[in-house]
């Protein structure tokens, strides 16, 4: 499962729509595999209404989804690929250089970054970029909004690359924009991606063969992203050199590698409001955001002695590492404590030990938040997120670890940048 989990966040300027996408991305992957009701259209809008009341999903710390990637041509997105987990964290909307924004960077292995398709590059994601590059967070931009009067997706390509100095490419180019929005163009597969006229809840899309103007259009930004990969990825660019045949998988590889080296940034436009280009934003997650297992080891250190670096592996295997990241008070389940698991796996009923506390206690409870509920679950994996109830003596960025294993945890490192961003 561990290759098949994605630990992301989604970023963006206030009002540039990563609550209505978070909505979205909470339809698309909770309510999916309950076939009846997503045809139901009533009861999937009643669960929306319901979700907005409450709040608990939007608002929570983590939440876990589940997505099956890869309709079939011609289908609904009901058509069950793999399965997928992406796990999604709060990133904090106000954007003050706190602790907090801090902390929620350290544990993602990705972002989707939103922007605003008509209002282009603002100061707050200005902001959130250069953290993320701080942190060597891979990012994805979707530019949403593409429905909106004024609409330009390109030039919010441009303003990605020249006010943010990202090494950005087109992989989902919208066709048309303003009410004329209907569809997209997968670069890498070089096919059209026609959505449904129902702007509800779990519209519909056909995938078909590109004609007239799209055809150059694609050629073009196909041949853009051969090169963009070709520059930066040494496998794609030994290919590239020697003029041989670069296969379709061999380019996914390609860009997922540069995406996660931070060397490329894969851009994506359609209208999280309107339903369009949503799903296809998921697939991209999955092909090109990191894993846990595709992210270096973090580094610990002993609490006594802060030059003793300790290696925590992603594996099920080690001891157990994780970090506590943010502190919850639920009115139905008390306090909740979310976490991330670095290293090993915790079990319900387990005794976790603090070593800023040097203290230990016994997790009464795990929970994810999932869909609209709270899921008690037995184990939690290396790699993956949940929240413990019981812990009493912990605060925010405590390490949470096996018993007696004193180890703190820094900041992970990702791969540096082999060529500079800025
Ligand atoms: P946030 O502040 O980034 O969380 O933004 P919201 O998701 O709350 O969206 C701000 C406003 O923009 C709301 O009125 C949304 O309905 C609207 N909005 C969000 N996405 C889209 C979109 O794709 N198209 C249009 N036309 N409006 C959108």
Not at 110 to 117: K, L, Q, Y
Not at 150 to 173: H, P, Q, T, Y
Not at 339 to 346: A, H, K, L, N, Q
Request: proline share 4%.
């Amino acid at each position: 499962m561990l290759e098949r989990t994605r630990n992301i966040g989604i970023a963006a300027h206030i009002d540039a729509g990563k609550t209505t996408l978070t909505e979205r991305i909470l339809f698309y992957t909770g309510m999916i595999h309950k076939i009846g009701e997503v045809h139901d259209g009533g009861a999937t809008t009643d669960w929306m209404e319901q979700e907005r009341e409450r709040g608990i999903t939007i608002t929570s710390a983590a939440v876990t989804t589940e997505w099956w990637q890869h309709a079939e041509e011609g289908v609904t997105k009901l058509f069950p690929g793999q399965k997928q987990r992406i796990n999604i964290i709060d990133t904090p909307g106000h954007v003050d250089f706190t602790a907090e924004v801090e902390r929620s960077l350290r544990v993602l292995d990705g972002a989707i970054v939103v922007f605003d398709a008509v209002a282009g590059v603002q100061p707050q994601t200005e902001t959130v970029w250069r953290q993320a590059t701080k942190y060597n967070v891979p990012r994805l931009v979707f530019v949403n909004k593409m429905d909106r009067t004024g609409a330009d997706f390109d030039n919010v390509v441009s303003e990605v690359k020249e006010k943010l100095g990202a090494n950005a490419v087109r992989i989902l180019i919208p066709i048309g924009a303003e009410d004329q929005l209907i569809g997209q163009i997968d670069v890498v597969n070089q096919k059209a991606v026609y959505f449904s006229d129902d702007d509800k809840f779990g519209s519909t899309y056909t995938v078909r063969d590109l004609e007239g103007d799209l055809v150059d259009l694609c050629k073009q930004a196909h041949d853009e992203l051969i090169n963009a990969v070709a520059d930066v990825d040494d496998q794609v660019g030994e290919k590239f050199l020697n003029e041989e045949v670069i296969t379709l998988e061999e380019l996914k590889q390609g860009l997922r590698r540069a995406t996660i080296a931070n060397l490329l940034v894969p851009v994506a436009g359609g209208s999280a409001f309107k339903n369009k280009g949503v799903q296809y934003l998921l697939d991209a997650v999955v092909d090109y955001l990191p894993s846990p297992l595709d992210i270096p080891a973090a580094i610990g250190m002993n609490p006594d002695n802060e030059e003793e670096k300790i290696e925590v592996i992603t594996s099920d295997n080690e001891k157990f590492v994780s970090l506590a990241f943010k502190l919850w008070a639920d009115k139905f389940v008390g306090k909740l404590v979310f976490f991330r698991v670095y290293s090993g796996m915790i079990k319900k009923g387990d005794t976790v030990y603090n070593p800023r506390t040097r203290r230990s206690e016994r997790v009464g409870r795990l929970i994810q938040i999932q869909a609209n509920e709270h899921k008690d679950i037995d184990v939690c994996y290396s790699g993956d997120i949940a929240a413990m109830v019981g812990i009493k003596n912990v605060t925010t960025g405590d390490t949470l670890a096996a018993e007696r294993h004193d180890v703190v945890l820094e900041p992970p490192t990702f791969p540096e940048p082999v060529i500079s961003m800025a």
